[in-house]
Every structure is written in structure tokens, then in C-alpha cells.
């Protein structure tokens, strides 16, 4: 049973413009979710977070937004640039012990 | 500062053969981890750790074994490997602020 999910396995997005990812869970004890970006052959790097006391969070070019009455975050990116093409995980926790990961939205932007 | 180091990276077995994938942290994280991500699937959680000693199941523990012996050391066995268990393996680590640091993953091929 997927508690998180991405449903968009994929988007393409032209260099310059905003890229929005979408995730949905259904676990309303998880306070904090967090967005990891992969490349091939590699591990996934975490990228940014929030706690369910916010409804937004900022760093640079990242944005997470979070809908708790919707069970829906999202990550903004502004302006998306080529080196951002990857596959984007979505992550939520209800107790910092365990991660459950959603299937990964793969991000291409087009020069 | 190496973080988490997995290995081996890639490896071929014999449907019914044993391993272990090893997996080393030097950050002195109490938490550990293992995924495995399948195409499409996301990255499900196999077993995890909080701890020298301590050990928990995951979403997907059938047919996995795990032992933490020390703080730095989480390796993850395969008893009779089986085609399903063909998958890309990560390991991570956790200081219990809500953060995972992965490594680059092991590439596991069952026939």
C-alpha cells in the first residue's frame, strides 16, 4: 500500500521556466516530508524539508509547499535550469525512524 | 569525510546463492537503513536500525537478514537469492534530525 505517491512519472520543462512536482499521502500522522533528487548511478541527495508547522519552506531556487488538509506537497523550482534534470522522491516520516518514499517524478529540462 | 560506502557496487548470483551487501557509515549515526528501489517503484524500506544491537522490519524484510553489531557496520544478507530480489540496493544513515544520507547503491542481478 502506497502511502506516498507521486502520480506524474515524468515532466519536461523548458530552461528558465518554473517546474512544479506533485506529491500525495495518506498517512495524516507524517509531520515531515522531504523532497531527495537523484541522478543515474547515484544515491539520492536530500534537498529540502518541512515540518508540518509550516505550509511553506524556502532555500534559493526550492520551494516546498505543504496542503496538510489536502494530504498534498509540492516543490517549486525557479528558474529550472538543465544541471535540475533527475528523478525527484518524495519522502514523508511520522516518527523519524522510518522514510516511506514515493515512486519518483523524473525531471527533464530542456535547454 | 567518505559518509556511507556500499559494496560491492554491482553483482551477478545464481538463483538459490547467498551474499551480503555490506554498508559502512563514519558520521556516527545511530540510525541505519536499507531500500531497495525497483523500476516505477519508488524505494521500499527492507529493515532498518536505531541503533548497535537493535533492528526492526521494514516494509519489505521477506527473504533479507540484518545484523548491527557496531554503530558504523548495517550489512544486509540475501539467504537463497531469488529473481525478485533483482533490484538496486541503497543503504543510509540518520543522526535523528530527520535527514538521510545515502550511498550510491548496489546493483544486484539474480538469475
Known amino acids: 500500500d502506497q502511502q506516498v505517491k507521486q502520480n506524474s512519472p515524468s515532466l519536461s520543462v523548458q530552461e528558465g521556466r518554473i517546474s512544479i512536482l506533485n506529491c500525495d499521502y495518506t498517512?495524516?500522522?507524517?509531520?515531515?516530508f522531504l523532497w531527495y533528487k537523484k541522478y543515474p548511478a547515484e544515491g539520492p541527495t536530500f534537498l529540502i524539508s518541512?515540518?508540518?508547522?509550516?505550509d511553506k519552506n524556502e532555500d534559493g531556487r526550492f520551494t516546498v509547499f505543504l496542503n496538510k488538509s489536502a494530504k498534498h506537497l509540492s516543490l517549486h523550482i525557479v528558474p529550472s535550469q538543465p544541471g535540475d534534470s533527475a528523478v525527484y522522491f518524495c519522502?514523508?516520516?511520522?516518527?523519524?525512524?522510518?522514510?516511506?518514499f514515493g515512486t519518483g517524478t523524473s525531471l527533464t529540462v530542456i535547454p | 569525510n567518505a559518509g556511507v560506502t556500499q559494496t560491492p557496487k554491482f553483482r551477478i548470483l545464481k538463483i538459490g546463492q547467498s551474499m551480503t551487501l555490506q554498508c559502512a557509515q563514519d558520521?556516527?549515526?545511530?540510525?541505519m537503513y536499507w531500500y531497495r528501489q525497483d523500476p516505477g517503484m519508488g524505494l521500499k524500506l527492507i529493515y532498518y536500525s536505531v541503533g548497535a544491537g537493535i533492528t526492526d522490519k521494514g516494509e519489505v524484510p521477506n527473504g533479507y537478514n540484518v545484523s548491527r553489531s557496531t554503530t558504523e557496520d548495517f550489512p544486509l544478507r540475501l539467504e537463497l537469492a531469488a529473481p525478485s530480489q533483482t533490484s538496486v540496493y541503497f543503504c543510509?544513515?540518520?543522526?535523528?534530525?530527520?535527514?538521510?544520507?545515502f550511498g550510491a547503491g548496489s546493483r544486484l542481478t539474480v538469475l
Open positions: 498517512n495524516s500522522m507524517f509531520d515531515y
Open positions: 543510509a544513515s540518520n543522526a535523528g534530525a530527520n535527514v538521510l544520507t
Open positions: 558520521m556516527n549515526h545511530n540510525y
Open positions: 518541512i515540518s508540518s508547522i509550516k
Open positions: 519522502a514523508a516520516s511520522a516518527t523519524g525512524n522510518q522514510f516511506y
